[in-house]
């Protein structure tokens, strides 16, 4: 099984998740410590990189879940990007594109987050 | 039997020496020649001293009698009888006759006397033997028990030798005897090993008891060899008795002087051999402890009270290191403490620049500080009223890993030396393995218990899954769920409805274990009541959704698949809550039927309801309906490539025109080829609905 890999960097006003590898209940709990240390350095306009997720398991969409609410309270956003056809597969099938703005590329999403400042 | 033993030996010897003394009465009073009776009266006395060995040695048959307390008995039996002998010695009216080669008692009183003395004398040699034999094969060598015996017996020889008969004609080799008899003593004096075992008590004891028993033997060796009154008495009364007594009483004083000298140069270290001792006991002890507690927190305890123990340390504490929150930073746990404080060891850690902690853990070395006051890792407890001597901190490595470090302090400067330091680094590889076998035994209990849940969850999910299906001329129905070895959260089910229909759900609770399940229950509650009370599949998806969205985990959620088989009108009707869509396949080919819909558990309101379609299919005889979970189409293969929905719906256009239950089996089947073992990595679930027409 390939192993999976969180990494966060900050640019600005917003900060981006890059997922890698295979994100299954075994793997969630790395990417909740990630959501945790934005949340606790009070970091809400977050964009999930899916570049080089490979899979996702309902247990891994099940954390985006977990932090959504929290973010949006805080006039933040979590905005997911640069998912392969499958990983938008299983995001599509349960409804995500409804409740995520799901972009093609990062900077779509920066772009979004730096607008919405603006206004 | 036993009793009736010694009173038989007693009694045998009390005969044979009434006997002898009648025979010497007369033999003193009257010029006496019957050599045929003095044969018998030699006899009498040999067998008199047999009897009264037999009695002696009956008497003291316990085994490992200390060889302190030996010397002892040796000392009251010896001392009093040469004290006796020197008592009557000074009695007035006793004496011989004087010139002849074997003085003749001039009374009877002198006879009666004479012969008491013999006996007591006699007694005390066969004592001093058996005690000298105790010690000298006490832990005994090869050679040890050999060159006791070859002492005894010429020793038995010199004393038959000097029996008057033969004595004459073999007077050279009774002298040869004797000498070799000397040497026998030499050689069996250097057996003094008994010595080491003694406590420090114990050998102060057996100095003062040797130096008595040695002195005591000096004089009764003299009162044998001058023509003393025992001298005299004890030839009279019999020769070999006096090679006998004297043979011992030589031996007694040499091997005593000996083991007065012995014990006095082991004096010195009789307080190391203890401690050697007291330590060999720890360890023994706590090897037996690791396979008896379990109990980590009792472990530790042990282990702090023990490190005091084997190195008389005035305190000791153990702490466990595990990786702290942040990467590369460890933690640190005070696991177990005797005799300080937490604070003082709060203080004692609190050094930036030499932590001793560090200092350990990057040298993986035992850290030994001499002067805790003027030590530049250690002096800064000084101004806080931490005032010991000595420090010794000892890592607990186990697989090249420092797990713990383990800590004793000495109230005096230069306290721990190097044996303490070797016997600490031994103990402390004990407990690393104790701890390991307490954590290893704590895991498995861990997994035994998951284990339970485990089976508590697959009996609960097997329970909570139809175990009868809806039969019609209509359609045919197979289905089929296979759990995976953690038990996941796939449903289906089936409800009869009003009106020739029936409503078919196959749905996917996230989560793994009794959480599943749990929630798997509260999804058939609700499906199996919403169901007689929702007109359409779309109407019970808002409505459960409604209902759970406040019963799950912000993390969990659920996808569902909801179809009505309407017999009557020949159609099916269905709704989906973010699950895999339906396989449909007919006369005009296989496809994917999915209306749009979220999981439920995501959202409520408009989001939700807005989002929920409804799909109505009109079915023709052999129409092929698949509802699945994602383990169908996530298997994956050995390339760890899925099977995918692509697969599944060509696969389900090949065989349509099979049976349900053929086209079920054909499906699992396939994808066992595919994955290429028998056993699924997660749970599938597979329901197959062919219409057969009205």
Known sequence: MSE???????????????????????????????????????????VVNCKDLTYISSAGLGVFMAYIEDVRKNKGDIKLTNMSPKVYNVFDLLGFPILYEIYKDEAEAVNRFKQSRKV | MYRLRRLFSIGVSVVLLIVVFMVDVVRSTVEFDGGGILYFRELAVIGALLSIYAFISSAGTEKGKAATKGIGSLLVVVTGTTVLVGLIQILPGLGFTEGEAVAVPLNSLTVFFGTFVSIGV????????MTVRDLVLHKRKKGTRRNFIIYVSIL?????????????????????????????????????????????????????????????????????????????????FSSP????????????????????????????TAEVYERKQSELSSLHNLSRLVTQVFDFKDLVNTVTHMTREVCGAESAWLEMIREG??????????????????????????????????????????????????????????????????????????????????????????????????????????????????RLIAQSLERERYKQEMMVAQEMQRRLLPQKFPTSRSYEIAAVSEPSMEVGGDYF???????????????????????????????????????????????????????????????????????????????IE???????????????????????????????????????????????????????????????????????????????GQIRSQSAHEIQDRILNEIRAYCGKAAFDDDLTLVVIKWLGT
């Open chain 2, 493 to 571: 089910d089936f409800v009869e409805l009003p009106n020739d229909r029936i409503g078919v759900v196959v749905g996917d609770v996230s989560g793994k274990g009794v959480s599943a399940a749990f929630y798997m229950a509260e999804v058939k509650g609700i499906f199996q009541s919403l169901s007689k009370l929702c007109e359409s599949p779309r109407e019970l998806l808002i409505r459960a959704n409604h209902t759970l969205i406040d019963n799950l985990e912000k993390k969990a959620f659920i996808s569902l698949l909801y179809a009505i088989l309407d017999v009557r009108k020949s159609t």
């Open chain 2, 122 to 129: 006699s007694i005390a040699s066969i004592v001093t033997l």
């Open chain 2, 574 to 652: 269905l709704a989906r809550a973010g699950h895999c869509p339906m396989i449909y396949v007919s006369d005009n080919g296989q496809d994917m039927v999915r209306p749009s819909g979220l999981g439920l558990g995501l959202t409520d309101g408009e989001i939700f309801s807005n989002a929920t379609e409804e799909k109505t299919i009109r079915l023709r005889k052999g129409d092929l309906c698949l509802f699945y979970t994602d383990g169908i189409t996530e298997s994956r293969n050995e390339a760890g490539e899925e099977f995918g929905y692509e697969r599944l719906v060509q696969l389900a």
């Open chain 2, 325 to 438: 929150k942040v990467k590369g930073m460890r933690e640190y746990d005070v696991v177990g403490i005797n005799n300080i404080s937490e604070e003082q060891i709060a203080m004692i850690t609190a050094n930036e620049e030499f932590n001793l902690r560090k200092l350990v853990i990057e040298s993986k070395r035992v850290l030994l500080v001499d002067e805790v006051a003027t030590d530049r890792r250690t002096r800064h407890m000084k101004p806080h009223g931490i005032r010991f001597g000595s420090l010794l901190s000892v890592p607990l490595v186990s697989h090249d890993q420092i797990i713990g470090i383990l800590h004793a302090t000495k109230e005096f400067e230069y306290g721990f030396d190097q044996d303490d330091i070797d016997v600490v680094t031994t103990f402390a590889d004990h407990v690393t393995i104790a701890i390991e076998n307490s």
């Open chain 2, 241 to 268: 008795v006096e090679r006998f007594a004297l043979l011992n009483s030589i031996c007694g004083a040499v091997y005593f002087g000996m083991a007065f000298v012995s014990t006095l140069f082991h004096l010195p």
């Open chain 2, 156 to 236: 038995i020889g010199c004393s038959i030798l000097a029996i008057p008969f033969w004595a004459d004609e073999l007077s050279a080799l009774a002298t040869t005897s004797f000498v070799a008899a000397i040497v026998m003593v030499v050689v069996i004096s250097f057996r003094q090993s008994w010595i080491v075992f003694l406590s420090r008590r114990e050998k102060i004891y057996s100095i003062i008891y040797s130096a008595i028993v040695f002195v005591t033997f000096i004089v009764l060796s003299l009162l044998l060899t001058n023509r003393t009154f025992l001298n005299k008495s004890v030839i009279f």
């Open chain 1, 4 to 46: 999976f890999k969180v990494h966060h960097r900050d640019g600005d006003g917003f900060s981006v998740i890059e997922l890698k590898g295979y994100l299954d209940a075994h793997t969630a709990p790395d990417l909740e410590t990630t959501f945790q240390e934005l949340l606790g350095d009070k970091k809400f306009n977050i």
